[in-house]
């Protein structure tokens, strides 16, 4: 069944200080084309010469290495778009406990979170770590790029200029403070209490 494009949980004009025009050019526009080439390539694969596979150049090396891109592409953006449209209150519960066990306070996570911002060329990625049940930030300069295998990302910041120069310009740094206003931590904590269980199933199934 074809990847579909998910409606956004929030009006294009409900955000403050990123516009609908920007959410407009986001959403409607530049994330349905990897959901679409996604489709694209998954409906190409089955049909790749596979007996002329190689790491120079093939059809087959070219699709599966656009998979990657696409799909990372569509599921990070999916998970930008879901946890915008709050008020930017912080976390409460488990997720605010583990955030101060893991970075000392709040206000220290968010200092770390948006350096990671302003380092990274395309996202700054929060993720819980099976291996050590703490909550990691990792940067990644593309989509395909960056991630770290078995860790559960539960949310994104998108830093590529796309989420921001028609409001902002260059001053990415204002994007990013405009981004926690409009944070929605309900439903970072909620990701956060499903990657708990995802995690706690992962150990159990431990390579080690």
Do not use: C
């Amino acid at each position: 069944m074809p990847f579909a494009v998910k409606d956004l949980p929030f009006a294009k004009d409900a955000l403050d200080g990123i516009s609908s025009k920007t959410i407009e050019t986001h959403h409607d526009k530049l994330y349905p084309g990897y959901v679409n080439k996604r489709n694209e390539i998954e409906a190409a694969l089955p049909n790749a010469d596979r007996s002329k596979s190689a790491q120079t150049y093939s059809e087959y090396r070219a699709l599966k290495h656009e998979e990657t891109f696409n799909a990372d592409g569509q599921i990070l953006h999916e998970l930008y778009f879901s946890h915008l449209g709050g008020d930017g209150a912080p976390p409460s519960g488990a997720l605010a406990e583990q955030i101060n066990k893991d970075y000392g306070s709040f206000e220290n996570f968010m200092t770390e979170l948006s350096a990671s911002g302003m380092a990274a060329r395309g996202w700054a990625n929060v993720a819980l770590d099976p291996t050590d049940m703490k909550l990691h930030i990792f940067i990644a300069d593309a989509h395909n790029q960056g991630g770290v295998w078995g860790t559960i990302p539960v949310m994104t910041l998108d830093v590529y200029e796309h989420a921001y120069f028609i409001d902002y310009g260059s001053a990415r740094a204002d994007y990013i403070k405009s981004f926690f206003k409009n944070m929605d931590w309900q439903k970072v904590s909620q990701n956060y209490d499903k990657a708990v269980q995802m995690a706690r199933i992962a150990g159990s199934a431990s390579f080690a």
